[in-house]
């Protein structure tokens, strides 16, 4: 039997996800994802898998009216035009939840890092300044209050981590309270508000764990910002979009907040010479928290999986857009 055709752009992160796609399909490979080279080599292929910072819009889709399938080599889908693929009977797959522990741990490893000023104490003690230790203060995480802005897998487990490991007070953010929400916050011990304003005005640290749309780009803002406690810190490991960069830039210089650890930035990769990177009250790490060996190697063998089983009529195991597989869609031939 032939083997369906896959067009991968860029890596999948683990050479596991390679070889099971290799396995299952006949791969071409590209490392370059300008849309008019994208939309040259779709035109041969049944399906598409690809990873941020590549796109898939729907020039790329228009080029091919038989692609089969589009996977993302993770868990994020802002970087496909999920509705218009949707509009046209496509399967969009990724892998989610896969990332929950690592980006979780990134997260906390952020919150520690700016508490304990580790950066600082680090410059410090290459300079052979050991007596930084009694100009420098770090504080303890035990017993603060950490509001969460969201409260999806990623940021239960990140709850879990700060409630047991370091007993901190925690509140999450969501739109509404549902018997799920309740429950799940009831088991971790987290108290559920639907108040934005409170997270940020009260909490010691404030991370956010949302996923980027229309609804949510850029608003978290300096509105937000200035009802921070200048002592407080920020963590974002969502997506860099969620948040407006001008304006946290804008209130850790007025002082508003006392830091940020950021991994993931609008645009990415960052623009050179960004202003929010030279501030040394602000830690930066290159959107690794959801990319450990452990977690790419699962998410690159999920990704390669789900899509060959499309290819070969199957039922995939996720899939972001599940009204195509309900007759909901016309798909195309």
């Not at 209050?145 to 940021?155: P, S």
């Not at 929010?276 to 450990?292: E, F, Q």
């Amino acid at each position: 039997m032939e083997k369906p055709k896959v067009l991968q752009i860029l890596s999948m992160y683990h050479e596991e996800g390679e070889r099971v796609l290799k396995q299952g399909a006949e791969v071409v490979r590209t490392d370059r994802y300008d849309i008019p080279h994208l939309c040259r080599l779709a035109k041969e292929v049944d399906g598409i898998v690809l990873r941020a910072p590549a796109r898939i819009t729907r020039e790329v889709i228009d080029a091919n009216p038989n692609l089969k399938v589009i996977s993302g080599a993770g868990v994020g889908l802002d970087n496909i035009d999920v509705a218009y693929a949707t509009a046209h009977g496509i399967p969009v797959l990724h892998a989610p939840s896969v990332n929950k522990a690592s980006t979780a741990e990134h997260a906390v490893m952020l919150m520690l890092a700016l508490s304990k000023n580790v950066i600082r104490l680090h410059d410090e003690m290459s300079k052979g300044r050991y007596s930084s230790r009694t100009r420098i203060p770090t504080y303890e995480l035990k017993g603060k209050k950490a509001g969460l802005v969201g409260f999806g897998q990623i940021a239960r487990e990140t709850a879990k981590r700060l409630k047991l490991g370091f007993e901190m007070e925690v509140t999450a953010w969501v739109r509404e309270i549902d018997s799920a929400k309740h429950d799940f916050a009831n088991e971790l011990g987290v108290r559920l508000t639907t108040s934005l304003e409170e997270i940020f005005a009260h909490s010691d640290f404030v991370s956010l764990h949302i996923p980027l749309n229309e609804q949510t780009r850029h608003s978290v803002d300096r509105r937000l910002f200035s009802l921070m406690k200048p002592s407080a810190y920020f963590v974002n490991t969502a997506r860099g979009a969620v948040l407006n960069q001008g304006d946290l830039y804008a209130a850790l210089l007025e002082g508003k907040l006392a830091g940020a650890g950021l991994d993931v930035f609008d645009p990415e990769p960052p623009e050179e010479g960004l202003p929010l990177l030279s501030l040394p009250n602000v830690i930066v790490t290159p959107h690794v928290g959801g990319t450990t060996v452990e977690c790419n190697r699962i998410a690159s063998t999920t990704v390669a999986r789900n899509a060959i089983s499309v290819l070969q009529g199957e039922r995939p195991e996720h899939i972001g857009n599940p009204e195509v597989l309900k007759g909901g869609k016309e798909r195309r031939s």
